[in-house]
């Protein structure tokens, strides 16, 4: 009876062969360049509007500063978790910057509407290839 009360504590898992109890592997950390490339893009995309001069357009440059602060925020939970949610959400993101020049129609703005499709393009490639690098993780390690 004593071994079922260790079975609930975290990190440990029983082991079905009757061994017994035995900590679970560390999560095999990914090369985190990806995480720190979205945190680079993360500050460029929230100073697109000063580098780039549409600080004049009001919904593009308060979409680029939040965008920008959200992608900052969720590379910091990537590098710290190392979670697969955030590279989705960090991919939705980066679909709204390619779609936000149409939506918040300032897509006749060159100087606003190219950065937006250019950061958005480099951030859903980033995703797009942290999600493929890490694909076959959690599944490994059940």
């Known amino acids: 009876m004593g071994q079922l009360s260790k079975l609930h504590s975290f990190p440990h898992r029983f082991d079905h062969r009757g061994v017994g109890l035995h900590h679970t592997q560390p999560r095999k950390a990914r090369l985190p360049w990806e995480a720190w490339t979205t945190l680079a893009l993360g ?3 929230g100073l697109a509007p000063w580098s780039f001069g549409f600080t004049g357009l009001g919904g593009a ?7 920008g602060m959200l992608v900052f925020a969720l590379a910091g939970l990537t590098l710290t978790l190392q979670d697969r949610w955030e590279g989705w959400f960090t991919l939705g993101l980066g679909a709204w910057l390619v779609l936000a020049p149409w939506l918040l129609s300032f897509y006749r703005v060159p100087q606003a509407a190219l950065p937006h499709l250019g950061f958005g ?3 859903m490639a980033v995703s797009i290839l942290s999600l493929w690098r890490s694909w076959g993780e959690d599944e490994a390690e059940a």
């Open 121 to 123: 393009l480099a951030l």
């Open 43 to 45: 500050v460029a995309i």
């Open 61 to 67: 440059t308060m979409n680029s500063v939040i965008i």
